[in-house]
C-alpha cells in the first residue's frame, strides 16, 4: 500500500467517475484502475462496485475510507514538517547529568541561554556516571554537568568550575545530630548511613561514602538511586547520609549540618571544545553568570 494508490481511491471516491479522478491527479484513466487494482488486491476486498454506467463505494470501501484519509493526511503532515520553505537545521545543546538536582540547578542558566538563543533546542539527559564521560568523548553529549573527578578518573575534556559546594550531614530532624551545628566524619562513624548506588554517584561522592562505611556489614547501609530517594529514608529515619549541600532541597523535616573536615567539592561542567559550537559558548558564559 502506498500513497499514490490511496490518493487514486480518494480521487474515485469523491468523484465516483474514474476518468474525472484521472483528470484531478494528472494522470490517465488506465493508471488509477491499475492502482485500484491493486489495492483490492492488497485488502483482499472490492472497493467499488463498477458498471458501464456508474461507479458506487462497496460497503468495504467506505469503511476503508476514513483509514485512507487520515493515513494521506500524515503524509501530508509529514511532507509539511520537512518543506524546503522551512529552516531544516535545528541547533541542539545535548547536556548530560549525574542526577535530576544537579539539572535543576541549570534551570535559570537556561533560561538565561533562551534569552540569546531563542530557537535552540537543549537536550537534557540523566545518565549513570559509567556513561556520561564515554557519550561526551564519543560527541553524543556537548557537555556533562557535575563535580570535579580526582586525578584517577582519565576525562578527555575541559573543566570549568562553577561552585564550591559544601558537604553536609543529612538527616531527620527527630535524629540526635540534628541539634549541632557542625560534625565531623568521626562522628557519623556509627550510624546507619542512605547512600547513592555506586554507579548513580561521582567518583569523588563514591570516594567519601566508602570512608564513611569503612569496614561496617552491610545491614548498615541502605543504598539508593537518587539524591530525592535518599531524603525519603533520611527523612523516616533510616539513617544518615552525606551530600553535597545543593543535592537535598529543603525540607521542613530535614536536618543539613555542615561536615567541617570535608573539603568542599567543585562543580562544574565538562566538555571537549567550543570550538564550532556557539551554543555550548553561550550556555558556558550563562552558567557562569548565574553561579557567580
Known amino acids: 500500500m502506498n500513497t499514490f494508490q490511496l490518493s487514486c481511491f480518494l480521487a ?53 475510507l476514513n483509514d485512507a484519509q487520515q493515513i494521506i493526511a500524515i503524509s501530508e503532515r509529514a511532507k509539511k514538517r520537512f518543506d ?34 531563542p530557537e535552540l533546542h537543549p537536550r ?27 586525578p584517577s578518573v582519565k576525562i578527555s575534556a575541559v573543566y570549568k568550575e562553577m561552585a ?13 545530630l540534628s541539634q549541632r551545628t557542625e560534625v565531623t566524619l568521626n562522628d557519623l562513624s556509627h550510624e546507619r548511613l542512605a547512600l547513592f548506588v555506586p554507579s548513580r ?30 531524603s525519603v529514608l533520611v527523612t523516616a529515619g533510616y539513617g544518615i547520609s552525606i551530600l553535597p549541600e545543593f543535592l537535598i532541597p529543603d525540607m521542613p523535616l530535614i536536618s543539613k549540618i555542615p561536615l567541617t573536615d570535608v573539603e568542599p567539592l567543585s562543580f562544574g561542567i565538562y566538555y571537549k571544545s567550543v570550538q564550532g559550537n556557539p551554543a555550548l559558548k553561550a550556555f558556558l558564559s550563562c552558567a557562569k553568570e548565574c553561579f557567580m
Request: hydrophobic share 40%; glycine share 4%.
Open 84 to 117: 524546503s520553505t522551512m529552516p531544516r537545521d535545528i541547533e541542539t545543546l545535548a547536556l548530560g547529568f549525574y542526577n535530576f538536582p544537579c539539572m535543576f540547578l541549570l534551570s535559570e542558566a537556561l533560561e538565561q541561554l533562551r534569552a540569546v538563543r
Open 12 to 64: 474515485v471516491a469523491e468523484y465516483l467517475n474514474f476518468s474525472q479522478a484521472a483528470q484531478s491527479l494528472h494522470v490517465t484513466h488506465p493508471a488509477v484502475s491499475q492502482q485500484i487494482q491493486s489495492l483490492e488486491k492488497e485488502l483482499n476486498v472490492k472497493l467499488f462496485q463498477r458498471t458501464t454506467r456508474s461507479v458506487k463505494l462497496t460497503e468495504a470501501g467506505k469503511a476503508f
Open 164 to 176: 564550591k559546594v559544601p558537604m553536609v550531614c543529612v538527616c531527620s530532624c527527630s535524629h540526635p
Open 201 to 230: 554517584a561521582s567518583i569523588s561522592i563514591a570516594q567519601l561514602q566508602g570512608q564513611l562505611m569503612g569496614e561496617r556489614p552491610p545491614s548498615k547501609f541502605y543504598f539508593c538511586e537518587s539524591a530525592e530517594a535518599i
Open 124 to 150: 537534557l539527559r540523566v545518565i549513570p556516571f559509567q556513561h556520561i564521560y564515554r557519550m561526551l568523548a564519543e560527541g553524543d553529549l556537548d557537555a556533562v554537568v557535575g563535580f570535579k573527578e580526582s
